[in-house]
């Protein structure tokens, strides 16, 4: 018998086999919706319209202590270093992530994975304790006057709700904020212009990258696969299927990066791109699989209790089943 499923995405090349239907998830048929990422989550965080999606990681995670409305699989669609992504109003003269501490530092969602991470980070290995600096929320490009899916905020750290038209990108470049964490480039950043007022924290991200993983092996995830658990529960392997469909969706995707017929993305040293990243990472840098990434899982954890985004003694292995944690 075939279950039918709504699945929703965003559109990216390690799901892409399974939205155009290289690679089917054995005995599902599945209806394939992409969005926007921000848009998708949102949505799926709010209303939960879809059967299964892609999912915020530490939305994920706070979803466990509360309703456990999800079962995820350990496949980690959106990974990400996020030290080039921490961007500083040039004027303010910042150079390591320890002279952020007392300054104001913009955070469009609080719970996104990318700022619990670099948070996180920037206390175990950069001297800035997490709350150090005063956050500021808001929309990244537009004024923003509530949280767009429900949030938690530590109680002992000082944050701002600001509402400035604009969003955090023109506060920074106005200096009304000093620093941004964000996973979007702030439009008033232009790489280009040396006299642009908007520059990024590290000189030099790909190489501070690199050396984080070649220090403790993580790639960081921001996204999860999570389906919701009573449809789980009633349809007992069906974790275990959508992981070896989306394992293969990956592995293809991989697959097509050594394609040099036709180039996969416009950069035109793609190969390169991905040799370059496999000798600094090894091959096996998008791991998919709970044994892979029961060290990750364990520090973003840990850091979700240190700011009291979670409450209890939780583990790794809470966030999957008993057929997921055999993987």
Not at 158 to 186: F, K, N, Q, S, W
Not at 300 to 323: H, N
């Amino acid at each position: 018998m075939t279950l039918s499923l709504t699945i929703g995405s965003s559109d990216n090349d390690r799901l892409r086999p399974l939205i155009n239907g290289e690679v089917l998830i054995d005995g599902v048929q599945a209806a394939w919706t992409t969005h926007p990422v921000q848009d998708l989550f949102n949505l799926q965080c709010s209303k939960h319209v879809y059967d299964a999606a892609e999912y915020p990681l530490a939305t994920y995670l706070r979803d466990l202590e509360g309703p456990r409305r999800y079962i995820a699989v350990p496949v980690f669609p959106s990974r990400h270093f996020r030290f080039n992504c921490v961007f500083v109003n040039r004027a303010a003269g910042l150079k390591t992530p320890a002279d952020l501490a007392g300054k104001r530092v913009g955070i469009p969602i609080w719970d996104m994975a990318a700022a619990v991470w670099l948070r996180g980070i920037f206390e175990d290995h950069y001297d800035l304790p997490m709350r150090a600096p005063i956050y500021v929320t808001n929309g990244l490009e537009f004024s923003r006057r509530g949280d767009e899916h429900p949030q938690q905020y530590p109680d002992d750290v000082e944050i701002v709700h600001a509402e400035d038209e604009g969003g955090l990108a023109r506060m920074l470049a106005e200096g009304t904020i000093d620093a941004l964490y964000t996973a979007a480039a702030p439009s008033t950043w232009d790489p280009f212009d040396p006299d642009c007022p908007v520059t990024r924290l590290f000189e030099d991200p790909r190489e501070a990258e690199t050396a984080y993983y070649q220090k403790t092996g993580i790639f960081p995830p921001m996204h999860i696969f999570a389906l919701k658990r009573e449809i789980a529960e009633a349809n007992p392997g069906l974790t275990r299927r959508l992981y070896t469909a989306l394992s293969d969706a990956g592995a293809m995707a991989r697959a097509q990066m050594y394609h040099s017929g036709v180039l996969k993305t416009m950069l035109p040293w793609q190969l390169e791109a991905l040799l370059d990243a496999e000798r600094r990472l090894g091959q096996g840098y998008w791991s998919t699989g709970f044994a892979q990434n029961r060290k990750t899982l364990t520090t973003i954890i840990r850091y979700m209790q240190v700011e009291g985004l979670l409450k209890t003694d939780m583990m790794p292995e809470d966030l999957f089943d008993a057929d997921m944690l055999a993987t």
